[in-house]
C-alpha cells in the first residue's frame, strides 16, 4: 500500500509537469498515447503506464484524472486515445462518440467497492442503512444537519459531508444508488467536492462528524486516518473487503471499473494495440498492488477476447440505448 501511495504522489507530479511542458512524461520514446478520466481508475492505469514507459521505446503513455464524466468527454471528441471510468458509459456519452464517429471498445479491469468513511473519533455510526444514507445525502428541506437527527442514539454531533463532484463516475454510482431512478432527486449541495479522493480523506479525517464516500482502495490505503462503516443493504451489516467485494457480499456498493478504447485508433496504431494488451495482461496484478479487486479470471478471459476481436460498443447498453441490468459476469455471458 505504501507502494501504492508513493507510485500515486509521483505520478501526479509527473502528470503537472508534463501538462507544463517541462519534460518528457516517461523514459519511452515514440507515439504519444493519452489517458484521462477516472480519479479512481487513474491508479492501476498510471502503475501500467509507468511499467510501460520504462520497458517500451514505442511509445509514451501519460495519464491525467478529470474524472469520468470529464474523461469521457475529452474521449469522445477524439482527444484521448483511452478513457479511465469506474462507470459504464452512458447512453448520451456514447451517442455524442458516435456522433463524432468514434467507435469504442468496453474493457472491465477491476472490481471495486464504494466506500462510506467516517472520522476516526465517531464510535457510534458501526453501521449504516442505505434508507439512513439516502436521509442524509438526499437533497430536502428536512435534510439532517446533525448525527442525531439520523439516528435518535446518535449524538448531537454536526454532519460534514465530503464526496466526489459531479463529473465523477463515482458520484454517479452512488447518486443512482441511493436515489434510484428518481430523475427529480437530487444530491444536497451543503457539501465539500474534490475529484482528487485524497482531499477527501483529509476531509473527513478533518471533522469530528466528518462522513464521506470514495472508492475502496482509498479507505484501505488510510485506515489510520478513517473509519470504514459497514452497509447494510437488507441482509445485514457487511465492511468493505477484497473479498466481500469480490463476491458481492458487500452490497449495493461494489462494482466493476473500466477503460475505453478507441477501436480505430487501436487498429490503426501497433503502439496503443501493444499497450492495450500490455494493460490487459498486468491489470489484474496491479489492481492488487494498488488496492482493487483483479476480476475473476472466467470474465476476464471474456474481457481478452472482447479486446482481440475488436468488440465495439457497451455490453451494459441495448442497441437502441437503454441501460440493461446484469452482473459483470451476466452481461458478459460468463458461465
Known amino acids: 500500500m ?28 515514440g507515439e504519444s498515447i493519452e489517458i484521462d478520466g477516472s480519479s479512481t481508475v487513474y491508479p492501476i492505469s498510471q502503475a501500467v503506464a509507468e511499467v510501460f514507459n ?37 447512453a448520451k456519452e456514447a451517442e455524442a462518440a458516435k456522433s463524432a464517429g468514434i467507435e469504442f471498445i468496453e474493457l472491465p479491469i477491476a472490481y471495486d467497492g464504494l466506500s462510506i468513511v467516517v472520522n476516526k473519533e465517531n464510535d457510534w455510526a458501526e453501521h449504516l442503512t442505505v434508507v439512513e444514507l439516502k436521509k442524509m445525502f438526499r437533497a430536502a428541506p428536512d435534510a439532517p444537519k446533525k448525527w442525531s437527527e439520523v439516528r435518535a442514539d446518535f449524538p448531537d454531533e ?51 462528524g466528518g462522513i464521506g464516500f470514495f472508492g475502496s482502495a482509498y479507505y484501505f490505503e488510510n485506515k489510520d486516518k478513517i473509519k470504514g462503516v459497514a452497509i447494510d443493504g437488507g441482509a445485514g451489516p457487511v ?55 483483479a476480476l475473476p479470471e472466467n470474465i476476464f478471459s471474456q474481457v481478452r477476447k472482447a479486446y482481440e476481436t475488436k468488440t465495439a460498443g457497451s455490453f451494459f447498453l441495448t442497441e437502441e440505448g437503454e441501460k440493461k441490468e446484469g452482473s459483470l459476469g451476466e452481461l458478459y455471458k460468463v458461465d
Open 2 to 29: 505504501k507502494t501504492r501511495m508513493w507510485t500515486l504522489l509521483t505520478a501526479i507530479a509527473l502528470t503537472l509537469t508534463c501538462s507544463l511542458g517541462m519534460t518528457a512524461c516517461g523514459d519511452g520514446g
Open 54 to 90: 520504462k520497458e517500451s521505446k514505442d511509445a509514451t503513455v501519460s495519464v491525467a484524472f478529470s474524472g469520468t464524466g470529464g474523461g469521457f468527454k475529452r474521449f469522445t471528441k477524439g482527444e484521448t486515445q483511452i478513457s479511465d471510468a469506474s462507470r459504464p458509459i452512458k
Open 158 to 208: 454536526e454532519i460534514k459531508i465530503f464526496m466526489p463532484g459531479t463529473d465523477s463516475g463515482t458520484f454517479d454510482y452512488f447518486k443512482e444508488v441511493i436515489l434510484g431512478k428518481d430523475e427529480k432527486a437530487a444530491i444536497r449541495s451543503d457539501v465539500s467536492t474534490s475529484e482528487d479522493d485524497n482531499v477527501l480523506v483529509t476531509g473527513v479525517a478533518g471533522e469530528r
Open 239 to 293: 465492511l468493505p473487503t477484497p473479498e466481500t467485494i469480490e463476491n458481492g457480499t458487500y452490497a449495493p456498493f461494489s462494482r466493476p471499473l473500466f477503460i475505453y478504447v478507441n477501436k480505430k485508433m487501436a487498429e490503426q496504431s501497433p503502439a496503443l494495440d501493444k499497450f492495450v494488451k500490455f494493460y490487459l495482461d498486468n491489470a489484474g496484478k496491479m489492481a492488487a498492488e494498488v488496492g482493487y479487486v
